[in-house]
């Protein structure tokens, strides 16, 4: 047995080494002096990161079981990197790399925008437990990340049926290169094959359920992926001719086309769009993110339509929209629906010592509940203990005050939905009433909730975890994604192209004549 485990850390050691050496790296110090902490106090630092990690997030488990990804190996692989002669920039970059293992979207650093909430809200409400003061390191942590991991490289790719596009025409040193040329390799290296070593580099990576891989089409975003700060980049083009790209991570090509729109997470950043389409009798409103504001927004120009048209149907367009609060759909909704939205949910967590403390639970108090238990009747994972919440929750219930409304809400969705804006499509597949459109995004959806936020004792260093999965209705693990539409639309190159060459998309011109989300609306509605 000796002898066993003896081999196994020589086999972990030596395939950690081989990782080193693929993406050998040495940030640069950084301008604004760091804190400086000890080689011991960086080892400590960084298990306490990685224990609470384990100890909090089930959605390393889902990672592992599901997708492959073990976060333990990947830690004890960046541990090693730490030694007496690790400086403070190459410490931060091995934090980094640590969270992104553990490849989930609420589990991260804090960036800027959070740490203004934090102080803002959070440290005067006591959600958490450090003070304003020690906030200011992480700034500096924030800055320096920013500017050292990441290159200023955007190629403008998309990802479309198991493949990746350029979407805009671009030029670099002198050459032209022609739209939606198809990316083969990436340094040598077949482009898939080549995103699935980037676990700790980039996250969230999506998961691309129909080929059981990861992609990401801003994969070449991270500095430590060019060799000698080059990247070499493989295409063929539509007529079947090749071009290479070799471009330096500091520099950008120029776009050879005017491009007036971006496609991903809070793309559309203006505030509410609101239409009232007369001839088809549909209010729609374009909610661009989950903030409380903006669903008071569309209530007020909702009622406004309402008091003077009949209104037969309403489109909610939450494209691009990466969560917030879930209050923000419920101030609108109760005007409108029938009924409760009300789902019979599962959700799991891990059953930790740091799980317990934080929600004031054990053994006994879980045997005893009336909504908690360990045995869910589903699927569970094998590497973990959890407990699991069993509860009928209502997401919307109908204000007694409501709009002269039966007709069905249509929900438009793309990819780029994350957290509460996911919740909002995952009501559709409870009632009659909601209907929604467009893709499935490729990133745990589900009932989520709020995220831990803990700071490390010596660097300060602030970070978020995702302590719970959803498990409501799964027959096999895989289905922990929980992201599913009822009409799925998506969008042709070429529409993506003119999706992002056009000022005003969410005009109405452009619904009614190049969106093919909108236009399955105008199709259902006829059906009606």
């Known amino acids: 047995m000796r002898y066993l485990f003896m081999l196994l850390a020589i086999c972990l050691a030596t395939s950690c080494a081989l990782k080193q050496k693929q993406y050998a790296f040495s940030p640069a110090p950084s301008p604004d002096p760091l804190p400086q902490l000890t080689y011991q106090q960086m080892r400590a630092e960084h298990d306490t990161l990685v224990s609470y990690i384990k100890q909090v997030s089930p959605v390393i488990q889902f990672n592992k079981e599901v997708r492959g990804i073990d976060f333990s190996w990947h830690a ?30 609420h589990t991260s650093q804090l960036n800027t925008v959070l740490l203004d909430i934090a102080k803002k809200y959070w440290i005067p409400s006591g959600v958490v437990s450090f003070d304003s003061a020690s906030t200011k390191n992480m700034y500096k942590y924030v800055k320096y990340l920013k500017e050292s991991f990441y290159s200023k490289v955007d190629l403008n790719l998309i990802y479309i049926s198991g493949s990746y596009y350029n979407l805009m025409p671009f030029s670099y040193e002198g050459k032209a290169y022609p739209a939606a040329m198809k990316l083969i390799s990436c340094n040598g290296k077949n482009i898939h094959e080549f995103v699935a070593t980037l676990t700790e580099l980039y996250s969230p990576l999506r998961w691309d359920r129909v080929n059981n891989r990861v992609y990401d089409e801003n994969f070449y975003w991270p500095a430590e992926i060019y060799q000698q700060d080059t990247l070499k980049l493989n295409f063929v083009d539509q007529k079947n001719i090749q071009h290479q790209l070799n471009i330096n991570k500091n520099d950008s090509v120029t776009y050879l086309a005017k491009k007036v729109n971006e496609y991903g997470y809070f793309s559309q950043t203006d505030t509410v769009i609101t239409h009232y389409f007369e001839k088809e009798g549909i209010f729609y409103a374009k909610l661009p993110a989950m903030r409380t504001e903006l669903g008071d927004t569309i209530k007020r120009r ?32 109760k005007k409108l629906v029938r009924d409760t939205l009300k789902k019979n949910v599962v959700v799991g967590r891990n059953f930790s010592p740091e799980i317990q403390k934080k929600y004031h639970l054990n053994r006994d108090s879980i045997r005893t509940s009336k909504n908690k238990t360990f ?154």
Do not use: W
């Open 76 to 105: 004890a692989c960046l541990k090693k990197q730490i030694g007496p002669k690790t400086t403070m920039e190459s410490y931060l970059h091995i934090i980094k790399k640590t969270l992104n293992a553990a490849q989930d979207g």
């Open 302 to 333: 909702m009622g406004a339509v309402f008091a003077n048209h009949l209104v037969n149907s309403v489109v909610i367009d939450i494209r691009g929209n990466g969560g917030g609060s879930d209050n923000t759909y419920n101030i609108f909704l």
């Open 375 to 528: 045995n869910p009747g589903l699927p569970q994972f094998k590497s973990q203990e959890m407990y699991y919440i069993k509860q009928s929750f209502n997401f919307v219930v109908p204000d007694s005050v409501k709009f002269p409304f039966n007709g069905k809400i249509y929900i438009l969705q793309d990819k780029f939905i994350y957290s509460s804006a996911s919740n909002l499509s995952s009501l559709a597949q409870n009632t009659g009433q909601l209907i929604s459109i467009g893709e499935t995004p490729d990133l745990l959806g589900g009932l989520q909730a709020d995220v831990l936020i803990k700071m490390l004792p010596y660097s300060k260093f602030i970070f978020r975890v995702e302590p719970q999965v959803d498990f409501t209705g799964i027959k096999k693990l895989d289905d922990v994604f929980q992201n599913h539409v009822d009409y799925s639309v998506s969008y042709p190159i070429e529409n993506l192209y003119l999706r992002t060459i056009t000022k005003d998309i969410f005009g109405k011109t452009f619904l009614l004549e190049n969106d093919p989300m909108f236009r399955k609306v105008l199709e259902l509605e006829q059906k009606q």
